[in-house]
């Protein structure tokens, strides 16, 4: 099996706003100078990427200030690129109305500008997974049957565990009715990943996870979730590891190496995520 080859969906990647991604090009040697959509397209061409799930970041910085112009912009590729990007809708944390205001902004954003999931960095938005402020706008993600994407990838001292895969792991038991994908596997706390139960992207955490246990400890790591559990991402271009021009020869020449059968890979690269997203498969 050649992962280069096979039919994939990238689960997790970013492209910037045009206004944001001039400023980064000012430093080309930074891994966001990358997050440009031709680049990508060019990318996806080569290394046989059918679609790609865009996700925002809850940073007002990286994006807009302003989370309905994302969504509003993120809207416009999927309209431009039909089939090729899906996007997740943002979210703010704006003083003290992040619960009673992101109802309204995940409604607006899937109803209107057609976004099709939810992304929560919960480290960004500097509250926890598990917090009661995400209550309500997790509700309208049920309503909405919209998966939600959760950031988790716990690092730096003290302060960096609102992302814990075990805060991720309460919501997904809270809300039955939503489709959780933990992202980054939890990161270095996959073991505390593996209890929730939901869908883990592999997306940053893969090249690390190879530094510090070897390929055949990686393989052994990637079983345990198993193979309809995980899915295919990168998270391009913030990658670690490697650069940004390499993470898919990075990605598929670990891949090559596990010992996932046809219909395995097919679930991993594919299968689950095109489950989640009711994207049919041409
Ligand atoms: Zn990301």
């Known amino acids: ?15 910037l706003p045009p206004e944001r991604l001039c400023l980064w090009k000012e430093s080309p040697e930074d891994a966001w100078a990358h997050a440009d959509i031709d680049e990508y397209l060019q990318i996806m061409d080569t290394y046989h990427v ?4 865009l996700m925002p970041a809850n940073d007002g910085r990286l ?9 509003q912009w993120l809207g416009e590729i999927q309209t431009q690129y039909p089939g090729k990007f899906y996007a997740f809708a943002d979210i703010l944390k704006e003083g003290a109305y992040f619960y009673e205001d992101t109802p309204y902004v995940l409604e607006h954003a899937v109803r209107e500008c057609g976004l099709k ?15 009661l402020e995400m209550v309500p706008m997790l509700r309208k993600a049920a309503e909405l049957h919209v998966p939600v994407a959760v ?9 960096h565990d609102d992302c814990a895969p075990d805060r991720i792991n309460k919501m997904i038991q809270i ?9 980054h596997m939890g990161g270095m706390k996959w073991q505390d990943a593996i209890n929730g139960c939901g869908y883990v992207d592999i997306s940053a955490v893969l090249p690390e996870l190879v530094e510090l246990y070897g390929i055949e400890q990686t393989n052994r790591i990637l079983r ?11 998270d391009y271009p913030d990658v670690r590891f490697t650069k940004p021009e390499n993470i898919y020869k990075t990605y598929c020449d670990i891949l090559n ?19 989640i997203m009711g994207i049919v498969r041409c």
């Not at 809300?175 to 992202?183: E, K, L, R, Y």
């Not at 345990?224 to 990168?234: E, K, Q, S, V, Y």
């Open 175 to 183: 809300f039955p009715d939503v489709t959780f994908i933990t992202a």
């Open 257 to 275: 190496q596990m010992d996932f059968t046809e219909t395995e890979a097919e679930k991993i690269a594919y299968g689950n995520i095109a489950k």
């Open 151 to 159: 950031h988790s990838y716990p690092c730096r001292v003290g302060f």
């Open 224 to 234: 345990r979730f198993g193979a309809d559990r995980l899915i295919f991402a990168t």
């Open 1 to 15: 099996m050649d992962w280069k080859k096979i039919k994939k969906i990238d689960a997790h990647i970013h492209i």
């Open 117 to 131: 999931g939810l992304k929560i960095h919960p480290s960004n938005l500097n509250l926890n997974a598990d917090s």
């Open 50 to 53: 059918e679609c790609a799930l």
């Open 63 to 71: 994006y807009y200030e302003d989370a309905d112009r994302t969504n």
